[in-house]
């Protein structure tokens, strides 16, 4: 059992509960939870309330920089369904994080949820948002969407020689400021853009 946990650590216990997870990332009993978030028929491409299990998991990706955390809102995203509607052509991108807090906390998790995406849909992942670092990075919490919107005018740019298609990926939309923002600095761009969030406050 510990010569399996040093090699697999990460699938011998569960990465939200820390339970024995039967060789998997997430234990049955938190497999079973995540599902029940699920949003069913969700217009705005997100898969599940930003709750439970489903909070947890993207605090363990954002936080805790589990990386494994990032694989299992991959597979649960519903990307079957995504990937209809992408041509081959597609790359996988996300909403870039401040340099300063990138350094801080070590990982962009929006870049590592993006892999995890582009890995299980076969398709390229590139970072195509550039973030100006001249904002503050103040918390947005509690503000309306008009005021986040406010906050977000000329804090993304896209880069150059962008793909036709791409899929944009995030870990949770509050009230969908910061997704808008960022579609529309790529589709002035004249670019197809798809977004996908792993999950939605309500
Ligand atoms: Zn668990």
Not at 39 to 63: I, P, Q, T
Not at 100 to 122: E, F, S, T
Request: proline share 4%.
């Amino acid at each position: 059992m510990n010569l399996l946990r040093a090699i697999y650590p990460e699938r011998v216990i569960c990465v939200v509960c820390g339970r024995p997870s039967q060789g998997e990332f997430l234990c049955p009993k938190c497999t079973e939870e995540l599902e029940k978030l699920r949003l069913e028929g969700e217009k705005e491409h997100a898969s599940y309330r930003y709750e439970g299990v489903a909070k947890k998991l993207v605090h363990r990706l954002k936080f805790d920089n589990v990386t494994a955390a990032a694989t299992v809102l991959a597979r649960a995203m519903g990307l079957d369904a995504v990937k209809m509607h992408l041509s081959p052509e597609t790359v996988v991108t996300w909403v870039t994080m401040p340099e300063k807090r990138r350094r801080i906390r070590g990982i962009d998790h929006g870049q590592v949820l993006a892999r995890a995406v582009g890995l299980r849909l076969g398709l390229p992942v590139k970072r195509l948002l550039i973030r100006s670092e001249k904002h503050p990075l103040r918390t947005q919490r509690g503000s309306s969407k008009e005021r986040r919107l406010r906050n977000l005018i000329g804090m993304f740019t896209a880069e150059e020689n962008l793909p036709k298609d791409i899929l944009l990926v995030d870990d949770v939309t509050t009230t969908g400021a910061t997704m808008e923002t960022c579609c529309g600095a790529l589709r002035r761009a004249g670019v197809r853009v798809t977004h996908l969030t792993a999950t939605k406050v309500d």
